[in-house]
């Protein structure tokens, strides 16, 4: 972070649930945490400049959650490199990373799982059993350490924004939960820790998520209001691109995430797309 004095203040990396409650004792209010599993990108600095846009404290918390991995083989080979997003976070001017541990987060007889209700049902709910529990204790135990007045999501994850939204709420955790805006690649695709295994023909074939979402919101915008429709046109894209091997495609409410057969109000068109070995997601708002 660049000081009145013109230098460069170092982020300060912390692994301890003690030495973050050090470190945050004098931290100037309000706080603003990002909390990520590492492997960072644009996305995640768009999020690194909201919170410094916004508070006058910035955290980044990094941890590879292993309660949110159904396969252990996806937790294997998720990606890692800790002294790279370090230096992002450095560039990005955030003050404090948090990088703990399995045991420190999770420490020895642990022993509590949050399950988040209906939100959490449909879309990865389903595809991905467990994973939202995982999600949704971590992050309270991650709001409950940091105590930040904001906490800074990727709407690329439009659920899991609604699964964390849900959660704080009813635990009556104080931290306001933002979603920022998916960023993309010049070519429509979304970023992703997950695009790096993505072999050099699965990452050209990646665009079509978002030709998909384009496709069916182009129709939505010439007056098509039928939710099958709008699946179809999805549907009918990602046939096109034979690398594609789509999970789902759904038009939902916004707010609850049900299957709508008509749209008259505020609805997410979404996706899972497997290419290869790595399963993509994406969606898109409307309006
Ligand atoms: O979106 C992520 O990177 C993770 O799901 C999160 C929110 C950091 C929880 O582990």
Known sequence: MASSTGITKRTVVVRTRAALRDALAAAPRPLGVVPTMGWLHAGHRSLMQRSRAADATTVVTIFVNPRQFGDPR????????????????????????????VEEVYPLGFDTSIRVGAIAEPLEGTARPGHFDGVATVVAVLFNLVGAEHAYFGQKDAQQVLVVRQMARDLAIRTEVIACPTVREGDGLAL???????APEERAAAPVLHRALTAARDAWAAGERSGDALRSRMREVLAGEPLANPDYVSVADLATLRELDRIDGPALLSLA????????????PLP
């Open 74 to 101: 996806d937790l294997e080979q998720y990606p890692r490199n800790e002294a790279r997003d370090v230096a992002i976070c450095e560039e990005e001017g955030v003050d404090l990373v948090f990088a703990p541990s």
């Open 192 to 198: 992703s820790s997950r695009n790096v295994h993505l």
């Open 273 to 284: 797309v497997r290419l290869g070995s790595t399963r993509l997601i994406d969606n898109e």
